[in-house]
T-cell receptor, first 111, second 116 residues
Framework: SQELEQSPQSLIVQEGKNLTINCTSS?????LYWYKQKYGEGLIFLMM???GGEEKSHEKITAKLDEKKQQSSLHITASQPSHAGIYLC???????????WGAGTKLIIKP | GAVVSQHPSWVICKSGTSVKIECRSL??????MFWYRQFPKQSLMLMAT?????????EQGVEKDKFLINHASLTLSTLTVTSAHPEDSSFYIC????????????FGQGTRLTVV
């Protein structure tokens, strides 16, 4: 079973609507990272969360890490076509500097 | 922000030949570099972790003799796909990280390898 569960696997959202992507672990995370990717291109770093209860925002994207540091959500407000792509969460599960990945969420924005 | 340069961005090679992919950290020292492989519509799969000056640590199921990784300096790691076959066709991405927890990994733009 995957150590980092990401959901949903895919998402089709009407332009202008809000959406949320979740990333959950059964273990306490050292750090949680959100990336965006368009297939065939590199990853774009969005945000890093370290502390329980931490919340960060970048433009219309907000990411939170729960108090237990086991779950993170990525929320997009008033989605736009530019938000389309694959969102990946990654996490430090231990002190090994090795990122563990979620399965990714494919986001499609309908005009 | 920090930049990781991956080269080439795409390559086509014949079956049986070898192809080398370079990953360079341009403005920081990357003690650790990671190589990933990605299949269409799937997440990244870690292939190996390399630390400067030492042998790479390969993930289970990754053939170390087929995917040769060299991390000769703090700014350069290379992945060589030896005796490539069509099933090696994939998207390969490297990432580099300073030797510290809770620092984000910086990714190259990826290399699309097609073996014909």
């Amino acid at each position: 079973s995957q150590e980092l569960e990401q959901s949903p696997q895919s998402l089709i959202v009407q332009e202008g609507k809000n959406l949320t992507i979740n990333c959950t672990s059964s273990k306490t995370l050292y750090g949680l990272y959100w990336y965006k990717q368009k297939y065939g291109e590199g990853l774009i770093f969005l945000m890093m969360l370290q502390k329980g209860g931490e919340e960060k925002s970048h433009e219309k994207i907000t990411a939170k890490l729960d108090e237990k540091k086991q779950q993170s959500s990525l929320h997009i407000t008033a989605s736009q076509p530019s938000h389309a792509g694959i969102y990946l969460c990654g996490a430090d599960m231990d002190s090994n500097y090795q990122l563990i990945w979620g399965a990714g969420t494919k986001l499609i924005i309908k005009p | 922000g920090a930049v990781v340069s991956q080269h080439p961005s795409w390559v086509i090679c014949k079956s049986g030949t070898s192809v080398k992919i370079e990953c360079r950290s341009l403005d920081f020292q990357a003690t650790t570099m990671f190589w990933y492989r990605q299949f269409p519509k799937q997440s990244l799969m870690l292939m190996a972790t390399s630390n400067e000056g030492s042998k790479a640590t390969y993930e289970q199921g990754v053939e170390k003799d087929k995917f040769l990784i060299n991390h000769a300096s703090l700014t350069l790691s290379t992945l060589t796909v030896t005796s490539a076959h069509p099933e090696d066709s994939s998207f390969y991405i490297c990432s580099a990280r300073a030797d510290s927890l809770n620092t984000e990994a910086f990714f190259g733009q990826g290399t699309r390898l097609t073996v014909v």
